[in-house]
Nanobody, 124 residues
Framework: QVQLVESGGGSVQAGGSLRLSCAAS????????MGWFRQVPGKEREGVAT????????YYADSVKGRFTISRDNAKNTVYLQMNSLKPEDTAMYFC?????????????????WGQGTQVTVSS
């Protein structure tokens, strides 16, 4: 059974940094693409960043390019999201997601395994 557990959310002032982690279990994460999505109440879920199974290719939403970095450690079955220069508009529930396969990491609609989410709040 695939399980994804996020951690690292919290409250931070604008300009600050947070690092989210997602621990995966129940499958070999090296054969899955992984991603981070976020959602604000009343709005659609947004793809923030995704990474290929091997970690060599990434996708970023325009709104976070240059500020966020996604990475993964397949030996630990863990994916990370380093978030720097945070802005109030980054406030959201952040979800870790996975999709089987080595390619298609940027196909946001194809992610079918989800964690419970971790809240990130950025104050001005």
């Amino acid at each position: 059974q695939v399980q994804l557990v996020e951690s690292g959310g919290g409250s931070v002032q604008a300009g600050g940094s947070l690092r989210l982690s997602c621990a995966a279990s129940g499958y070999s994460s090296s054969s899955y693409c992984m991603g981070w999505f976020r959602q604000v109440p009343g709005k659609e879920r947004e793809g923030v960043a995704t990474i290929s199974a091997g970690g060599g290719s990434t996708y970023y939403a325009d709104s976070v390019k240059g500020r966020f970095t996604i990475s993964r450690d397949n030996a630990k079955n863990t994916v990370y999201l380093q978030m720097n220069s945070l802005k109030p508009e980054d406030t959201a529930m952040y979800f870790c997601a996975a999709k089987p396969g080595l390619t298609g990491w940027a196909r946001l609609e194809s992610y079918n395994y989800w964690g419970q989410g971790t809240q990130v709040t950025v104050s001005s």
